[in-house]
């Protein structure tokens, strides 16, 4: 049975205990992909993530030209944050070595999914970021 996982972003206070709570609950999940509209967030999210891992906050920005960035957390380990607004093609997203890098075992935080949906894995978490009438945001998810 799928659990249905929610976790209400106040506000830009809130967002480092949002982190926090998101990284306990989605356990050993490396793959995640946040399917969200413009301005929802999304980059603001990672970058509380990656806050929360330890990353250097000035390290952190979206890659939406590079496609993707590599971070190193507090522990050494690499992590990946893939921007794939810009891409047209499933090719675009082959040739930056996508399969290499979700297939590496570090977290894996994927902006923009649904333009190259029909290559991500099985055993990707499909976040989704709502934003609500008073300007808060619900972090949601099933697994």
Same mark, same amino acid.
């Given at each position: 049975?799928?659990?249905?996982h929610?976790i $209400?972003?106040h506000?830009?206070?809130?967002?480092d205990?949002?982190?926090?709570?998101f990284?306990?609950?989605?356990g050993?999940?490396?793959?995640?992909a946040?399917?969200?509209p413009?301005?929802?967030?999304k980059t603001?999210f $990672?970058?509380a993530?990656c806050?929360a891992?330890g990353?250097?906050?000035d390290a952190?920005?979206?890659?939406t030209?590079a496609i993707?960035n590599?971070?190193k957390t507090?522990?050494?380990?690499s992590?990946?944050?893939?921007?794939f607004?810009?891409?047209t093609?499933?090719a675009?997203?082959?040739?930056?070595?996508?399969y290499?890098y979700?297939d590496s075992g570090?977290l894996c935080?994927?902006?923009?999914?649904?333009?190259?949906?029909?290559?991500?894995p099985d055993?990707?978490?499909?976040?989704?970021?709502?934003?609500n009438p008073?300007?808060?945001?619900?972090?949601?998810?099933?697994?």
């Amino acid at each position: 049975m799928n659990m249905k996982h929610c976790i $209400t972003i106040h506000d830009l206070s809130d967002i480092d205990r949002a982190a926090w709570e998101f990284l306990k609950e989605i356990g050993n999940h490396k793959i995640v992909a946040f399917f969200a509209p413009m301005g929802a967030g999304k980059t603001t999210f $990672t970058t509380a993530i990656c806050k929360a891992l330890g990353v250097r906050e000035d390290a952190v920005s979206s890659p939406t030209f590079a496609i993707i960035n590599e971070y190193k957390t507090g522990t050494g380990d690499s992590m990946y944050h893939f921007d794939f607004y810009r891409i047209t093609r499933i090719a675009e997203a082959l040739d930056v070595g996508f399969y290499d890098y979700i297939d590496s075992g570090r977290l894996c935080i994927i902006e923009w999914p649904e333009n190259i949906e029909e290559i991500l894995p099985d055993e990707t978490l499909r976040i989704s970021i709502t934003v609500n009438p008073d300007d808060s945001r619900t972090v949601s998810w099933e697994d």
